[in-house]
């Protein structure tokens, strides 16, 4: 079954053709937010309101666009509204000082891959930092758009779309975005 055909299933009250969108796009939307909100508990609580929120509306959902955009728009959106709430509370700081120094907590993260290289893992650690590090620098969304860009692989297109923008704006601003990271990353490249 093509996706039109099980959005329209959906659309119907078809459970299992809803379940088979969620399942088409859960990992992409998680990734999304977890890109964007650097929390684990945020992102999954947007991936959840998300959902909850094309389960709602998928009646209102009229092919004017690809499904993917309508579902970004509506993961982005809801991304944006925490990070502005956000900058309203405390939020917590990716690094701890400690009675041994600074620690970043990313790094009490196990990883699940076999250890390697220690030269190697140092090297990936500094440069995984230098990316956060980079990526903090940029607005909201200059974030977005080079997250969307780069790591959902969205076309600019789509991408201005998402945000209700045109796509030269999508364009422009992922440009700042860009210039902003290689002049971060100067070292790297």
Not at 36 to 60: C, I, K, P
Not at 69 to 81: F, G, P, Q
Not at 136 to 142: H, I, K, N, V
Request: contains cysteine; proline residues 2%; charged residues 30%.
């Amino acid at each position: 079954m093509d996706e039109a055909a099980t959005i329209r299933a959906a659309q119907a009250g078809d459970a299992e053709a809803f379940e088979r969108l969620v399942r088409s796009y859960d990992q992409q939307v998680l990734r999304l937010a977890m890109n964007l909100l650097r929390d684990s508990e945020d992102a999954h609580d947007v991936y959840q309101e998300t959902f909850l929120r094309v389960f709602r509306n998928l009646g209102n959902f009229r092919f004017d666009c690809q499904f993917s955009t309508w579902l970004y728009r509506i993961a982005t959106n809801l991304c944006l509204d925490l990070l502005r709430k956000r900058k309203v509370r405390r939020t917590e700081q990716a690094t701890v000082e400690t009675d041994e120094g600074v620690v970043d907590r990313l790094e009490a993260v196990a990883e699940a891959r076999p250890a390697g290289d220690p030269q190697r893992a140092a090297l990936n650690r500094e440069l995984r930092s230098s990316i956060e590090h980079a990526l903090a620098g940029l607005t909201p969304r200059e974030r977005l758009v080079f997250e969307l860009r780069h790591y959902q692989g969205m076309r600019l297109k789509e991408i201005g779309e998402t945000l209700g923008s045109s796509e030269e704006a999508a364009k422009n601003c992922l440009f700042r975005a860009t210039q902003k990271m290689r002049q971060a990353l100067g070292e790297f490249l």
